[in-house]
């Protein structure tokens, strides 16, 4: 394995990570919508209400984390065409342009998970209410 093999690996692992944080955001949201009420005085449930925001806040990151990147990258490659870098030469990028897009990638995964740790929380406090685990 070499770098490059590493750094494949890395990119792999993130897309995937990050696909599966949008659909489990997505899935988030069809779940609340299922579990809305009839009710129209109260719709959607109070306890599921804070998991709506963080469900789209972790959709926006996942948006903003391809918009800055891809801001930062298309800069960044400017430059080097700017110091006329020749395409086959090496060099490290800066750790700090990779950072905007680690962070937002943290933080989206982070709103999902509190996002769902609401629905879940619901969803145990109410296991009566659907028959489940009747004795």
Known sequence: MNIADLQRAKDSNTAKASDVVRQFAFAGIAVVWLLRSANAAEPIPAALIPALPLFGLALACDLLQY??????WTTY???KLKQHIAETTEFDEPWLITLPAYVLFAVKIIF???AWVVVACYLVGNWKLFGWFNS
């Open 112 to 114: 999902s998970i509190v």
């Open 67 to 72: 918009v800055v990147s891809s801001i930062i």
């Open 77 to 79: 490659y400017r430059l």
